[in-house]
Protein backbone atom coordinates (compact mmCIF):
# COMPACT_ATOMS: atom_id res chain seq x y z
CA UNK A 1 0.00 0.00 0.00
CA UNK A 2 1.23 3.17 -0.77
CA UNK A 3 0.88 6.24 1.37
CA UNK A 4 1.28 9.86 1.20
CA UNK A 5 1.84 11.55 4.87
CA UNK A 6 1.44 15.35 4.86
CA UNK A 7 0.75 18.25 8.06
CA UNK A 8 0.70 21.94 8.26
CA UNK A 9 3.31 22.39 11.31
CA UNK A 10 6.29 21.82 8.53
CA UNK A 11 8.04 18.48 7.72
CA UNK A 12 10.25 19.12 10.95
CA UNK A 13 6.91 18.60 13.39
CA UNK A 14 7.26 15.86 16.03
CA UNK A 15 3.71 15.04 15.32
CA UNK A 16 4.14 14.26 11.67
CA UNK A 17 7.63 12.29 12.60
CA UNK A 18 5.18 10.31 14.76
CA UNK A 19 2.82 9.43 12.45
CA UNK A 20 5.64 7.97 9.77
CA UNK A 21 6.93 5.77 12.81
CA UNK A 22 3.48 4.95 13.44
CA UNK A 23 2.52 4.12 9.48
CA UNK A 24 5.23 2.50 8.73
CA UNK A 25 3.87 -1.52 9.25
CA UNK A 26 1.03 -0.68 6.48
CA UNK A 27 3.16 0.10 3.41
CA UNK A 28 5.38 2.10 1.35
CA UNK A 29 5.35 5.79 2.52
CA UNK A 30 5.98 9.26 1.42
CA UNK A 31 5.99 12.12 3.25
CA UNK A 32 5.51 15.46 1.17
CA UNK A 33 5.01 18.48 3.62
CA UNK A 34 5.60 22.16 4.31
CA UNK A 35 8.77 23.42 4.52
CA UNK A 36 7.31 26.20 7.04
CA UNK A 37 4.76 26.38 9.31
CA UNK A 38 1.55 26.86 7.36
CA UNK A 39 -1.33 26.79 9.99
CA UNK A 40 -5.22 28.16 8.90
CA UNK A 41 -4.44 28.23 4.99
CA UNK A 42 -7.31 25.83 4.64
CA UNK A 43 -7.41 24.41 1.30
CA UNK A 44 -5.21 27.00 -0.25
CA UNK A 45 -2.65 26.99 -3.16
CA UNK A 46 0.13 28.71 -4.58
CA UNK A 47 -1.83 30.05 -7.50
CA UNK A 48 -0.66 33.35 -9.83
CA UNK A 49 2.76 32.20 -10.76
CA UNK A 50 4.07 31.73 -7.64
CA UNK A 51 7.67 29.92 -7.48
CA UNK A 52 7.23 26.81 -5.57
CA UNK A 53 10.44 25.34 -4.11
CA UNK A 54 10.51 21.94 -3.65
CA UNK A 55 13.05 20.00 -2.14
CA UNK A 56 13.90 15.77 -1.98
CA UNK A 57 15.41 15.28 1.44
CA UNK A 58 16.16 12.25 0.62
CA UNK A 59 15.17 8.36 2.71
CA UNK A 60 15.13 8.81 6.95
CA UNK A 61 13.11 6.44 9.02
CA UNK A 62 11.72 4.17 6.33
CA UNK A 63 10.04 6.65 4.70
CA UNK A 64 10.88 9.33 1.29
CA UNK A 65 10.55 12.73 2.24
CA UNK A 66 10.39 16.36 0.73
CA UNK A 67 9.60 19.36 1.41
CA UNK A 68 7.03 22.05 -0.41
CA UNK A 69 7.87 25.26 0.09
CA UNK A 70 3.66 25.93 0.06
CA UNK A 71 0.37 24.77 1.47
CA UNK A 72 -0.62 21.50 2.39
CA UNK A 73 -3.03 21.29 -0.29
CA UNK A 74 -0.20 21.95 -3.02
CA UNK A 75 1.88 19.41 -0.90
CA UNK A 76 -0.72 17.14 -1.97
CA UNK A 77 -0.89 18.60 -5.89
CA UNK A 78 3.18 17.92 -6.08
CA UNK A 79 2.86 14.42 -5.19
CA UNK A 80 0.42 13.57 -6.86
CA UNK A 81 1.82 14.79 -10.16
CA UNK A 82 5.45 15.00 -9.40
CA UNK A 83 5.85 11.78 -7.14
CA UNK A 84 3.35 9.27 -7.82
CA UNK A 85 3.22 9.69 -11.75
CA UNK A 86 1.93 6.21 -12.01
CA UNK A 87 -0.81 5.79 -9.70
CA UNK A 88 -2.25 7.55 -6.83
CA UNK A 89 -1.45 7.01 -3.59
CA UNK A 90 -3.92 4.38 -1.85
CA UNK A 91 -4.58 6.82 1.23
CA UNK A 92 -3.24 10.37 2.22
CA UNK A 93 -2.94 10.98 5.93
CA UNK A 94 -2.62 14.86 7.23
CA UNK A 95 -1.57 15.03 10.72
CA UNK A 96 -0.27 14.38 13.43
CA UNK A 97 -1.64 18.30 14.24
CA UNK A 98 -0.09 20.15 17.08
CA UNK A 99 -3.81 21.54 18.39
CA UNK A 100 -7.79 20.86 17.61
CA UNK A 101 -9.42 20.67 14.68
CA UNK A 102 -12.50 19.58 15.93
CA UNK A 103 -15.34 22.28 15.27
CA UNK A 104 -15.89 24.44 12.63
CA UNK A 105 -11.78 24.82 13.65
CA UNK A 106 -12.03 22.06 10.18
CA UNK A 107 -13.02 25.04 7.92
CA UNK A 108 -9.87 27.26 8.91
CA UNK A 109 -7.69 23.94 9.32
CA UNK A 110 -4.45 24.00 6.57
CA UNK A 111 -4.83 20.11 8.06
CA UNK A 112 -7.66 19.39 7.05
CA UNK A 113 -7.20 21.13 3.54
CA UNK A 114 -4.72 18.47 2.59
CA UNK A 115 -7.20 16.07 3.51
CA UNK A 116 -9.87 17.72 1.27
CA UNK A 117 -7.26 17.81 -1.82
CA UNK A 118 -6.69 14.09 -1.72
CA UNK A 119 -10.62 13.51 -1.34
CA UNK A 120 -11.02 15.88 -4.85
CA UNK A 121 -8.58 13.79 -6.35
CA UNK A 122 -10.68 10.34 -5.17
CA UNK A 123 -8.24 9.30 -2.20
CA UNK A 124 -9.04 7.95 0.80
CA UNK A 125 -7.92 10.92 3.00
CA UNK A 126 -8.21 11.34 6.92
CA UNK A 127 -7.11 14.28 9.30
CA UNK A 128 -5.87 13.14 12.98
CA UNK A 129 -5.09 15.70 15.42
CA UNK A 130 -3.96 15.95 19.41
CA UNK A 131 -5.54 18.55 21.76
CA UNK A 132 -2.19 20.18 22.13
CA UNK A 133 -0.36 23.09 20.60
CA UNK A 134 2.77 22.37 22.62
CA UNK A 135 5.48 21.76 19.81
CA UNK A 136 7.05 19.14 22.07
CA UNK A 137 3.32 17.04 22.91
CA UNK A 138 3.41 13.93 24.08
CA UNK A 139 1.64 11.71 21.38
CA UNK A 140 1.28 8.51 22.93
CA UNK A 141 -2.38 8.28 23.24
CA UNK A 142 -2.53 9.01 19.48
CA UNK A 143 -0.06 6.48 18.90
CA UNK A 144 -1.85 3.93 21.51
CA UNK A 145 -5.20 4.51 19.28
CA UNK A 146 -4.79 5.80 16.00
CA UNK A 147 -3.68 2.39 14.49
CA UNK A 148 -6.82 0.51 15.32
CA UNK A 149 -8.74 3.55 14.22
CA UNK A 150 -6.93 3.75 10.47
CA UNK A 151 -7.19 0.03 10.39
CA UNK A 152 -11.07 0.60 10.76
CA UNK A 153 -11.74 2.53 7.99
CA UNK A 154 -9.48 0.82 5.90
CA UNK A 155 -11.47 -2.38 6.37
CA UNK A 156 -14.95 -0.17 6.26
CA UNK A 157 -14.57 2.75 3.73
CA UNK A 158 -17.09 3.37 1.80
CA UNK A 159 -15.05 4.31 -1.24
CA UNK A 160 -17.70 6.92 -1.34
CA UNK A 161 -15.89 10.10 -3.52
CA UNK A 162 -15.37 13.01 -2.07
CA UNK A 163 -15.23 12.01 2.00
CA UNK A 164 -12.46 12.64 4.05
CA UNK A 165 -12.18 11.96 8.02
CA UNK A 166 -11.61 14.49 10.85
CA UNK A 167 -10.08 12.69 14.13
CA UNK A 168 -9.46 14.64 17.01
CA UNK A 169 -7.76 12.95 20.10
CA UNK A 170 -8.06 14.76 23.81
CA UNK A 171 -4.94 15.43 25.05
CA UNK A 172 -5.21 13.19 28.03
CA UNK A 173 -3.36 9.92 29.73
CA UNK A 174 -4.05 6.78 27.59
CA UNK A 175 -6.42 5.54 30.46
CA UNK A 176 -8.51 8.46 30.76
CA UNK A 177 -9.95 7.49 26.88
CA UNK A 178 -13.46 7.07 26.92
CA UNK A 179 -13.22 5.25 23.55
CA UNK A 180 -14.20 6.59 20.39
CA UNK A 181 -17.45 8.63 18.96
CA UNK A 182 -18.61 9.32 15.50
CA UNK A 183 -19.54 13.03 15.34
CA UNK A 184 -20.99 15.69 13.60
CA UNK A 185 -19.03 18.78 13.25
CA UNK A 186 -19.70 21.11 16.32
CA UNK A 187 -20.23 24.95 16.11
CA UNK A 188 -17.43 27.44 17.61
CA UNK A 189 -17.09 30.95 17.60
CA UNK A 190 -13.99 32.85 18.18
CA UNK A 191 -13.99 36.35 20.31
CA UNK A 192 -11.35 39.23 20.74
CA UNK A 193 -9.81 38.01 17.39
CA UNK A 194 -7.24 40.56 16.74
CA UNK A 195 -4.76 41.87 19.37
CA UNK A 196 -2.41 44.07 19.45
CA UNK A 197 1.08 42.07 18.19
CA UNK A 198 3.37 41.23 21.07
CA UNK A 199 6.85 41.78 19.13
CA UNK A 200 8.42 39.24 22.13
CA UNK A 201 6.01 36.32 21.67
CA UNK A 202 8.64 34.15 20.16
CA UNK A 203 10.92 34.93 22.62
CA UNK A 204 8.31 34.19 25.32
CA UNK A 205 7.40 30.69 24.04
CA UNK A 206 10.70 30.01 23.10
CA UNK A 207 10.37 30.35 19.54
CA UNK A 208 12.08 31.93 16.74
CA UNK A 209 9.16 33.49 13.80
CA UNK A 210 10.25 30.69 11.34
CA UNK A 211 9.05 27.98 13.43
CA UNK A 212 5.65 29.83 12.33
CA UNK A 213 6.15 30.47 8.84
CA UNK A 214 7.04 33.93 9.76
CA UNK A 215 10.09 34.81 7.54
CA UNK A 216 9.61 38.91 7.74
CA UNK A 217 7.94 41.42 10.35
CA UNK A 218 5.76 44.00 7.63
CA UNK A 219 7.26 47.17 7.21
CA UNK A 220 4.58 49.63 8.00
CA UNK A 221 3.37 52.99 6.86
CA UNK A 222 2.37 55.97 8.71
CA UNK A 223 -1.22 55.14 10.30
CA UNK A 224 -1.26 51.39 10.34
CA UNK A 225 -1.09 49.34 13.15
CA UNK A 226 -0.23 45.50 13.50
CA UNK A 227 -2.40 42.98 15.20
CA UNK A 228 -2.14 39.24 15.75
CA UNK A 229 -4.44 37.14 15.52
CA UNK A 230 -5.13 34.71 18.27
CA UNK A 231 -8.76 34.77 20.15
CA UNK A 232 -10.76 32.59 22.07
CA UNK A 233 -12.92 30.15 21.30
CA UNK A 234 -16.06 29.67 22.06
CA UNK A 235 -18.82 26.87 21.82
CA UNK A 236 -21.99 27.94 20.41
CA UNK A 237 -25.04 27.17 22.54
CA UNK A 238 -26.77 25.58 19.01
CA UNK A 239 -24.18 22.39 19.81
CA UNK A 240 -25.80 19.13 20.54
CA UNK A 241 -24.30 16.90 23.26
CA UNK A 242 -22.84 15.23 19.80
CA UNK A 243 -21.02 17.94 18.38
CA UNK A 244 -17.13 17.03 18.17
CA UNK A 245 -15.45 19.17 20.24
CA UNK A 246 -18.01 18.37 23.12
CA UNK A 247 -17.04 14.90 22.92
CA UNK A 248 -13.55 15.25 22.91
CA UNK A 249 -13.64 17.79 25.94
CA UNK A 250 -15.55 14.80 27.83
CA UNK A 251 -12.68 12.64 26.49
CA UNK A 252 -13.38 10.89 23.89
CA UNK A 253 -11.68 10.25 20.06
CA UNK A 254 -13.77 12.14 18.01
CA UNK A 255 -14.23 11.33 14.33
CA UNK A 256 -16.09 12.96 11.78
CA UNK A 257 -16.63 11.92 8.33
CA UNK A 258 -16.84 15.47 6.08
CA UNK A 259 -17.45 15.72 2.07
CA UNK A 260 -16.12 18.01 -0.38
CA UNK A 261 -19.62 18.27 -1.74
CA UNK A 262 -21.08 21.28 0.84
CA UNK A 263 -24.18 21.33 -1.06
CA UNK A 264 -27.25 22.05 1.27
CA UNK A 265 -29.60 19.51 -0.39
CA UNK A 266 -32.75 20.29 2.03
CA UNK A 267 -32.26 24.06 1.37
CA UNK A 268 -32.26 23.02 -2.72
CA UNK A 269 -35.41 20.88 -2.57
CA UNK A 270 -36.92 24.06 -0.42
CA UNK A 271 -36.33 26.74 -2.84
CA UNK A 272 -37.09 24.23 -5.83
CA UNK A 273 -40.09 23.63 -3.90
CA UNK A 274 -40.90 27.70 -3.25
CA UNK A 275 -40.47 28.19 -7.05
CA UNK A 276 -37.47 29.25 -7.52
CA UNK A 277 -36.51 28.07 -11.16
CA UNK A 278 -40.20 29.46 -12.12
CA UNK A 279 -38.60 33.16 -11.68
CA UNK A 280 -37.76 33.55 -14.96
Not at 7 to 35: C, F, H, I, Q, W
Not at 257 to 266: G, K, L, Q, R, V
Not at 267 to 274: A, F, G, K
Request: contains cysteine.
Amino acid sequence: MKILLTNDDGYRAKGLKELVSMMKPYGELTVVAPKFHQSGMSMAVGLGYKPIAVKRLGCTDGADWWYVDDAPASCVKFAIDNIFTDSCPDVVISGINHGSNAGTAELYSATIGAAKEAALAGIMSIAVSLNDFSDDADFSTVRNFFPRIFEFLLKYNGKKRGVYYNINVPSINIREVKGIRVCHQGIIHWVREFQDYDWKIFEKKGLKPIDRGIRFFPETEEGEQVYMMVGDAVDDPANTSQADQIKMKEGYISIVAHNIDTSDYEEISRLEECGINNLF
